[in-house]
């Protein structure tokens, strides 16, 4: 990064940071802003800003900003409405992420029949986690009823997790290095190393470094300038943790958020303040190079194939699966219809395209290509629609009598 680089990006984030309380109340804030920044100041708009980051550190930069959201999110769930309402993210999980997966297959085959079967599976899979970055507007909103907050804030939570041996068994299929006739085996394995070590990771650490930072605590030992970054080591360390031994560090992250927002419900509020505020600036910087060095260019060759299959799995991929696997559960058709829309596509499929761009499939272009425009477009849709759907929904609960603690 060159100083005017810094300089610019500085300057940015002390201005978001001035008018950050005003923009979270408007259609246009958060990623949207950032991207837009990107685009504006980078090489194909002003030429002000030369700031891109190379595919590994976009990985591994997104990555840490999902750790940390996940963590911090997780940790600000209020557990006594989840669970009540666990049924909504079970179904959201075992039944509507298959069915956004299968769809998405469906559409790909169609709208890309050059595309090898196992490429389309890749593609789908990409595309089926939600973002919990990009959905914060909605799960934080106490005006939206507090089961449809929860309920998403899971969802995203894990299902980029489960997602991961999904989309490694699908690269070991479509590379060749397994065959076809035994994917459920390999599934299976990848399945259960990625959610037990993930699980055992995430609560194991979070709970001995919990009772760690509480004996620090009572004893007077921590410094006040050091006592915000405890919980943002915390974050990370299960992520890293979980990576390393073979499991899924967004599982870890997510899951001792859970314990840690439990075992420190009294004093989690101050504490997470530091990790959030990290993760925020992280989601920044990444937004901004995804700006600044994928939108210009997923623009300049986009096809009408590419925008298509973005809109579908943005709407119909997404919210069919949704609306079905949630019949039976008391949710009305307008909590359906806001739960399905609510499914933006962010950091976690970012992170899954530069894995899958490693691995250089034949079909990488259109991959990489449909991906990028299915995230450009969700954070446009979802960014403008956030506060006002939220808005929405919580006058159509209250005017019914619903609950949205």
Request: aromatic share 8%; hydrophobic share 55%; net charge neutral.
């Amino acid at each position: 990064m060159e100083y005017a680089d810094l300089t610019i990006l500085a300057l940015f984030v002390f201005a978001y940071c001035a008018i950050s309380g005003r923009a979270d109340r408007t259609p246009i804030n958060g990623a949207l802003v950032y991207t837009l920044f990107g685009l504006a100041f980078g090489a194909w708009g002003l030429g002000l800003l030369s700031f891109e980051l190379d595919s590994g550190s976009l990985r591994a930069i997104a990555e840490l900003t999902l750790a940390l959201v996940l963590f911090s999110d997780a940790a600000n769930s209020n557990l006594h409405v989840l669970r009540k309402n666990i049924v909504v993210p079970q179904r959201l999980l075992l039944i509507g992420l298959p069915l956004t997966i299968g769809l998405g297959v469906l559409a790909g085959g169609f709208l890309f029949p050059d595309l090898p079967f196992f490429e389309v599976a890749v593609l789908a899979t990409m595309l089926a986690p939600t973002d919990a970055a990009l959905g914060k507007a909605v799960v934080s909103n106490r005006a939206v009823p507090g089961f449809i907050r929860q309920g998403l804030n899971v969802e995203s939570g894990l299902n980029d997790g489960i997602c991961v041996p999904i989309l490694f068994v699908f690269l070991a299929l479509a590379t060749g290095e397994v065959s076809a006739g035994a994917p459920g085996g390999l599934a299976l394995k990848l399945v259960m190393e990625e959610l037990g070590i993930g699980l055992l990771v995430g609560l194991g650490l979070t709970a001995i470094l919990t009772l760690l930072l509480r004996s620090a605590t009572r004893r007077g030992w921590i410094m006040d300038t050091w006592q915000q970054l405890p919980v943002i080591t915390m974050a990370l360390g299960c992520f890293g943790a979980a990576q390393w031994l073979g499991g899924s560090g967004f599982i870890a992250a997510f899951s001792g958020g859970l314990l840690f927002g439990w075992l420190a419900h009294a004093e989690k509020r101050e504490l997470l303040k530091a990790a959030e505020g990290t993760g925020d600036v992280l989601a920044l910087l990444t937004w901004v190079a995804f700006g600044a060095g994928v939108v210009a260019k997923a623009l300049a060759h986009m096809t009408w194939e590419v925008v298509l299959y973005a809109v579908l799995s943005l709407t119909v991929v997404r919210m069919l699966p949704v609306y079905l696997c949630l019949m039976g559960t008391g949710t009305d058709f307008r909590e359906k219809l806001f739960m399905g829309w609510f499914g933006p596509r962010g950091l976690a499929s970012i992170v899954f395209a530069v894995i899958v761009l490693n691995h250089q499939l034949p079909g990488n272009d259109t991959l990489v290509l449909t991906v990028s425009i299915t995230i450009l477009l969700s954070v446009i849709a979802h960014g403008i629609t956030a506060n006002a759907f939220a808005a929405r929904i919580g006058r159509d609960e209250a005017g019914s009598g619903g609950a949205s603690s």
